[in-house]
Structures are given as structure tokens and as C-alpha cells.
């Protein structure tokens, strides 16, 4: 099985690709028993539905790749070479996870790292077939459109306290410190994202993962942006079911968000503004 699944643009295509590379579930066979069965029944690491939140995108134009495996396998979103993400304390998993986020072991021997065979075996299977599909993708709208934006998607939970003691805000917007995206598009999907009743912070307490900082490149035309979103946003109280009325009204404002940028990504023949 593919550790990805490609949804193709339903409408006429814009030069954006929506990427959800924590919403895995799936365990590989071969590693299942290893891990504790009462965790992966549900792994609580995951970016739940953010892939049904975001499912309006082929209808926008917008192609999206989503992931098939849990993060415990392999997180999509860590440096290939584990080189931490942030240096300030705080408890980030690393690229073949041994602990949740609280620090608890997945694995039932509670190993607390995957040996360098098994972790170049993991790579080569699930992430870079990931990694390149994300590339393919963004090579082809290059070309189409000159010019191209990958928004990355994830969630987390309004309270951890072993990455950040206070609640995270709504939406965090990350672009590595501006590094990875144009400044235009970045002050332009702030903007869009500020439009509604949330809180919006840039860059901080996330400002983008590998995904975001490996691939923007605004100086060749390919920019990167990640937006975190607080699961109670378009999640029930308990942060562990859908809830309809909360996901429509956040799946309003990303329409608006992502059809602005796509807008804004295609500026108008001047034949069609006279």
C-alpha cells in the first residue's frame, strides 16, 4: 500500500497544494505487534480529520496528498537526519518516535530509540515516497503556473503542556520566520486568517516543520506555509470527535483563505479588469 493518497482537482487547477501528513492512522503489518495495542487503537499523536476538514479542496481546483500511516511509524514532518525542530526545551518527537508526546512508550519492549537500520528501512519505505510525491506534484504546477504555494495541515490539542504551558492559540501560521514564503503571501493569508473570530499567531509556538522549511522556496517561486489549528476549533469538547458545526464554520473561513491565495497566486489578464 502506498503511504500516500493523492486527491486530484475536481474543478479547473490553481497553483496550490494542500498537503495533510499527520492524519495517518494505518500501522504496517510487519509492525504492528510491536506496539502497544491499547495506543494504536486510536493514536492520540494523530491530526484527526483534519484530511475530511480540508476534503473541499479538489472542488476548489486545489490537488491535496494526505498520509495513510500513523506518525509513529514515521513522521512525514521531521528532519530525514532527526535534527531537532526546536532547541528552546520543549518535548518534540523525533522522526522514528519511541514517546507520545506526554512521554509515554509506544512500543511494548518500551525501546526508546529505532535502530539506524530500521529507521533507513522506514525512510526509504514510507517518508521519501511521500516527500517525492509532494515534489512531483509541485514540479507539475510549477510548470503550469510559474509559480506555486504548498499549505501544510495539522492540529493539536488546545492544551500540551510538554511543548507549551498555556493554550495554544486557534490557527498558528508558520512560514520559518519568513523564510519560506514571499512576504506578500504571507501578510496575505494573516490577513485572511485574522477575517474571523480566532486567534491568530505567526510563527510561534510553531513555525513550520521540515515539510514547510524544506520545501519554500519563495526565490524560485515555490512557497511553503503551515497552518496549525487547535483541534477545538472543528473538534467536540473532548477533542475527539468531529463536530459539524464548528468544522463548517472553520471550513468557511479555509475556503476563503485558500481561494484568496489561489486568486492572488493568478493575477487577472489585464483584458479581464477593463
Not at 513555525?207 to 524544506?214: D, L
Not at 468557511?252 to 477593463?274: F, G, I, N, R, S
Request: proline content about 7%; aromatic content about 10%; charged content about 25%.
Amino acid at each position: 500500500m502506498e503511504p500516500f493518497i493523492i486527491h486530484p482537482a475536481t474543478a479547473p487547477l490553481v497553483p496550490i497544494l494542500v498537503s495533510v501528513p499527520h492524519c495517518g492512522t494505518a500501522f504496517p503489518a510487519e509492525l504492528k505487534e510491536q506496539y502497544r495495542a491499547d495506543f494504536i487503537e486510536a493514536p492520540d499523536d494523530t491530526d484527526w480529520f483534519v484530511n475530511k476538514l480540508y476534503d473541499f479542496a479538489p472542488s476548489l481546483g486545489i490537488t491535496m496528498i494526505t498520509a495513510v500511516y500513523s506518525r509513529w511509524v514515521i513522521d512525514l514532518n521531521r528532519d530525514p537526519h532527526n535534527k531537532p525542530l526546536y532547541t528552546d526545551g520543549r518535548i518534540i518527537t523525533g522522526l522514528c518516535p519511541t514517546t507520545n508526546f506526554l512521554g509515554e512508550p509506544l512500543y511494548k519492549d518500551q525501546r526508546q530509540e529505532v535502530d539506524a537500520a530500521e529507521t533507513e528501512r522506514r525512510l526509504q519505505t514510507y517518508f521519501w515516497p511521500y516527500h517525492q510525491a509532494l515534489q512531483r506534484q509541485l514540479q507539475e504546477l510549477k510548470s503550469t503556473f510559474g509559480k506555486v504555494l504548498l499549505w501544510d495541515c495539522h492540529s493539536i490539542r488546545q492544551y500540551v503542556q510538554t511543548i507549551y504551558k498555556e493554550k495554544f492559540p486557534d490557527l498558528i501560521l508558520g512560514d520559518a520566520d519568513g523564510a519560506a514564503a514571499a512576504p506578500a503571501l504571507i501578510d496575505l493569508a494573516y490577513k485572511q486568517l485574522g477575517s474571523a473570530k480566532y486567534s491568530v499567531s505567526h510563527n510561534f509556538p510553531f513555525k513550520g516543520g521540515y515539510i514547510t522549511r524544506s520545501n519554500g522556496k519563495p526565490l524560485e517561486n515555490q512557497h511553503a506555509l503551515q497552518l496549525e489549528m487547535s483541534k477545538i476549533r472543528y473538534m467536540d469538547d473532548t477533542e475527539r470527535s468531529y463536530h459539524n458545526e464548528r468544522a463548517t464554520e472553520m471550513r468557511t473561513l479555509l475556503k476563503k483563505t485558500l481561494t484568496t491565495l489561489a486568486d492572488y497566486l493568478q493575477p487577472k489578464k489585464a483584458h479581464e479588469v477593463l
